[in-house]
């Protein structure tokens, strides 16, 4: 690896200097062989022990320098001033092929000084899901930190009882998230806020510099909300629940990060909740979107006084663009959940669009129907299929096909090249948790064949795939999975 560290040119106290834990045996469980050339890392020749070394850190690649970062928070609603990364190392960035610069971060690699008396490691079961879930995520198009490496230990970890050790690498734009704002706003450290900013600004959004008439916290704050309200949109797009949107989980280069308690909806339902810690539902599904307001607005407040002197003016000024979001997510949801449903946005019926859209999935909430297979069966609908099978003919079925089937008729397009339009985003197969419960179980019993079939499936979530065709079901009953946990 060329490591190239710019993170260790800011201020000390953005970072504390680490060292990973000793491991008795690591070993490989999976390594990306595909991202690890396109990050032109020369490691493919490698043997899967040298591999294990590396990406547990008990071997530190020349360049290296092993550092938790500092962060803050707002964790379901309460500030907590101090949290950074206490189970995670970052061992250095990489500039890939395209010239894009990238984190290298090991996850469960032992304690560091923001640990807060945790032991700083993880079990394989985190591991395994944050691996099948974030590389299910990048194929399905949707912003992402990338997983390089899982590796086992060797050693026990001890929750409610001993559990197998393990480490994940993780792949990501920065680590720099709205949390890393508040650490320095809380703390009025105003010239290590302003050297953030300018960071954050060079590293993700450099075209802001070429503004020069605009103030660049305002136009910072407007990229970032940019592309989380994209990234949320494109979450519920595929019925997926992050499960904690706390304010130290949101990226502000707009990549889905943290998967903790987070599960893909199998029957859908708008008040769906994985997380076994969100007690009141505050990260629901449908609430996805307003917590993405409120957390940027955290963000804003961070910003006040890089904005103006005065105060009022500050506030009055990122206002004007937190204003700006409710609408913004309205128009990017409806635009993903028209275009799963056939619809073209360029058809000016925005209201009919939404109205159509909300009957649909009111429908779908009332019969208890699976999320992600009644789009793909909507579809075969329109070939003829008939829609019995699956679609209880009620009145509100009924009513949405009417005004659905007329919409389509304005598009003046073949019933075919819609079908082929929508499956072309609406996936056949997601990381189902029971799914990716049973690839954990079975991990920790030494057989990765589920966690390896999943991988290979995930490359392909719209293409129909025989031999494992049966990730695409939904679970039966006992198979259910209500709760999901983080892994600390």
């Known amino acids: 690896m060329n490591f190239d560290n710019t993170y260790l040119h800011l201020p000390e106290r953005f970072y504390a200097k680490a060292i990973p834990a000793n491991f008795s045996n690591p070993h490989l469980l999976q390594f990306n062989e595909e991202l690890a050339l396109q990050l032109g890392l020369n490691l493919n020749a490698e043997s899967p022990e040298t591999l294990a070394s590396i990406f547990s850190g008990q071997k530190l ?20 001033p101090q949290l950074g990364d206490g189970r995670a190392m970052l061992l250095g960035e990489v500039i890939d092929i395209n010239g894009k610069r990238f984190d290298i971060q090991l996850k469960g690699c032992g304690p560091t000084a923001f640990s807060r008396n945790g032991d700083g490691m993880s079990a394989i079961g985190p591991v395994i899901r944050e691996y099948i879930v974030s590389e299910a995520m990048h194929h399905l198009g949707i912003p ?30 920065s680590h720099i998230r709205i949390g890393t704002f508040q650490f320095f706003a809380s703390r009025g450290d105003i010239e290590g806020l302003k050297a953030l900013l300018d960071y954050s600004i060079d590293r993700h959004y450099p075209h802001i510099r070429m503004q020069n008439d605009q103030d660049p916290a305002i136009l910072f704050l407007r990229e970032v909300i940019k592309s989380q309200v994209s990234l949320v949109s494109k979450w519920m797009g595929v019925g997926f629940i992050h499960g904690v949107m706390n304010t130290d989980n949101m990226s502000i280069s707009g990549e889905t990060i943290d998967y903790g308690p987070c599960a893909f909806m199998d029957q859908f339902n708008p008040n769906q909740v994985y997380s076994y ?24 407040e961070c910003l006040i006084p890089l904005v103006d002197a005065d105060e009022n003016s500050a506030v009055e000024k990122l206002n004007d663009e937190l204003s700006t979001i409710k609408n913004l997510f309205a128009a990017s949801w409806a635009q993903e959940m028209g275009a799963k449903l056939g619809l073209d946005p360029n058809k000016n019926q925005k209201e009919d669009d939404q ?10 909430e009332k019969e208890q129907l699976d999320f992600t297979l009644s789009f793909r069966q909507l579809a075969n609908t329109l070939d003829g299929q008939k829609s019995e099978e699956y679609f209880p003919a009620t009145t509100e079925y009924k009513l ?11 598009h003046h397009l073949d019933y ?22 049973r690839a954990i179980e079975k991990a920790v019993e030494g057989d990765l064949s589920v966690f390896n079939e999943m991988n290979l499936l995930l490359k392909g ?26 892994g600390t």
């Open 277 to 300: 810690i969100d007690r009141n539902g505050r990260y629901c599904y449908m609430n996805q979107g307003p917590i993405v307001q409120w957390n940027l607005s955290r963000l804003a």
């Open 416 to 437: 075919s090249d819609i079908k082929e339009k929508m499956n072309r985003i609406n996936p056949l197969y997601i990381p189902r948790n029971h799914q990716v419960e």
């Open 144 to 173: 992402t930190t990338r997983a390089l490496a899982a590796v086992a230990t060797g050693d026990n970890v001890f929750r409610q009882g001993p559990l197998p050790g393990g480490v994940f690498t993780r792949v990501a734009s």
């Open 61 to 80: 690649l020349e360049g290296s320098a092993p550092v938790a970062l500092a962060y803050a928070a707002h964790q379901f609603g309460h500030f907590v």
């Open 355 to 364: 109205k159509l859209v909300e009957i649909w999935l009111n429908y779908l």
């Open 461 to 486: 979530p719209y293409q129909y795939q025989a031999d494992l065709n049966f990730y695409r079901l939904p679970p039966k009953p006992e198979e259910i999975v209500q709760n999901t946990f983080c």
């Open 400 to 410: 949405f096909q009417t005004l659905w089937t007329q919409r389509l008729s304005t």
